[in-house]
């Protein structure tokens, strides 16, 4: 049954210093972080969130801004998509975060929707999360007990179950420049072009060295496993070889890395289907002068 609005209780803290405080209640009586609200509007609405008090982190400008230094870019964790596909150097450096970006929703949800509740919502089929998977990400996050850099890739322990604690907030991530030439790809499948949950979501990055042979490569799926995950098999088969030469071999090891399942939204069989065909398209376009 649809959660009765009147029936809940709001936190509006002015600093981080007050929102960490009130995190660090007891259990019970800790309230829910509340960002854009566009995941937790709909469980409400639903009626399957249990929260009755909510932290809204709105008035926060410690979680604000997208900063540019010498080694990455800092991403506040309040930052929207529409200010992600806004930002120049993000659309230069980070196009595959900017393509992710573009595909979360529609302008109204891409205008609320956050960073930080992408990641804390922590569905395998968040738009954001192979981007972050893909280019190394960190997450800072904070509690009145101290500050951690989780690294992206240890955030999930399996289903929406995050090594995140529940006093902990996202305040940022972290994303470090990508080796120079490596070659970003990203590849959103759903039901329909627009405004569809992702059957698959993939985040290439690749490099070869002056003799044409793989030296980097991040292969981060979505919508395949109960987490994001990369795909080391595959991975593998790439490393130290021209990416044309390896992509059958590439491919072949791509089923033994995912495990898609069976859902309302696709099966397991077309799920690995299409995981392979875009694996294929990313490193036909990633060896230049190879048709897409
Ligand atoms: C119509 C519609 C279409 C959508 N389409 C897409 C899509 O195409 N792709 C996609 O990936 N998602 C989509 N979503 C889901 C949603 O928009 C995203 O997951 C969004 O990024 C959630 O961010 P938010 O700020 O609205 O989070 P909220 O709803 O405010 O919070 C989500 C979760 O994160 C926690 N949280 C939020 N911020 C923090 C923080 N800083 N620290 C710790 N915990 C935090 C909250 O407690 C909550 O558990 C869609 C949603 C709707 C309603």
Known sequence: MRTALSSLAVVRPRSLAQALRALAAPDGERPVPLAGGTDLLVYLNAGTHRGRRFLDLE????????RVGRPGVTIGALATFREIRAHPVLRRRFPALVAAAAEVGALQIQARATLGGNIANASPAGDSLPVLLA???????????????IPFADLYRG??????????LIVAVRLPFPPAGAVPFFRKVGTRRAQSISKVVFCGLLRRDARGRTDHVRLAWGSVAPVTLRARAA?????GKPPAAAAAAAVAALAGDLAPIDDIRSDRAYRSAVAANV?????????PGRAR
């Open 59 to 66: 008035r926060l400008r410690e979680l604000r801004g997208i």
């Open 135 to 149: 280019h190394d990400a960190v997450v800072l996050a904070r509690s009145r007990r101290g500050a951690r850099a």
């Open 159 to 168: 289903y929406r179950d995050l090594t995140l604690a529940s006093d902990e």
């Open 235 to 239: 991975e593998a088969a790439l490393l």
């Open 279 to 287: 694996l294929a398209q990313f490193l036909r376009a990633a060896t």
